[in-house]
């Protein structure tokens, strides 16, 4: 099993953060926008191909290679943008799909465990109540922790998948 990785919060603190702002709508827009700018970038993309193309056809010599040979060059980039976008676009959604998971998985809880005094938990030869809150609120707690560790988790997987950089082709020699 992988260690947890949400030291220190309990149930009940995990339960606050998730809950107290926003949700995934930051997220949610984000990605988005990177979905739209991935859809222009593509679009720019077949647009230059098609000029290359048509410039190809009716324009012969050097100068028409190299004119073709740089838009070439911007498609590509426009390709690598797009690439990176639609990347962009899919960790971003990954991690929405992963708070809302959280965020509709860990429960309300009280911020302490109920005492049990000492009389229930040693002279009394049942379960009492407040052995049975106690009990409920220790496997609340883990729960919590539980799902918030898998999103923890999940957010570093994310986090490593967006692109820092767009790769630029190699220009040709």
């Known amino acids: 099993m992988v260690a947890p990785v949400c030291t220190g919060m309990s149930g009940a603190d995990i339960y606050a953060a998730v809950n107290g702002g926003s949700g995934a709508q930051s997220i949610d827009y984000a990605s988005g926008q990177a979905g739209q700018a991935q859809q222009l970038y593509a ?13 190809s056809a009716v324009w012969t010599g050097s100068a028409s290679e190299g004119a073709t040979a740089s838009l070439g060059n911007a498609v590509a980039s426009m390709n690598a943008a797009r690439d990176s976008l639609t990347q962009a676009q899919g960790s971003l959604q990954n991690q929405s799909v992963a708070f809302n998971g959280v965020k509709n998985n ?34 609340q707690n883990q729960a919590n922790i539980q799902w918030y560790d ?3 988790q999940s957010s570093s997987t994310n986090a490593q998948q967006l692109p820092t950089t767009i790769q630029a082709p190699n220009a040709p020699a």
Do not use: I
């Open 43 to 55: 679009d720019a993309a077949q647009t230059l191909a098609r000029v290359q193309g048509g410039m």
């Open 106 to 139: 860990v429960v309300q809880m009280a911020a302490s465990k109920p005492d049990v005094p000492w009389v229930d938990s040693h002279l009394v030869p049942w379960t009492t109540d407040a052995e049975t809150a106690a009990s409920n609120w220790d496997a």
């Open 150 to 152: 898998r999103y923890m």
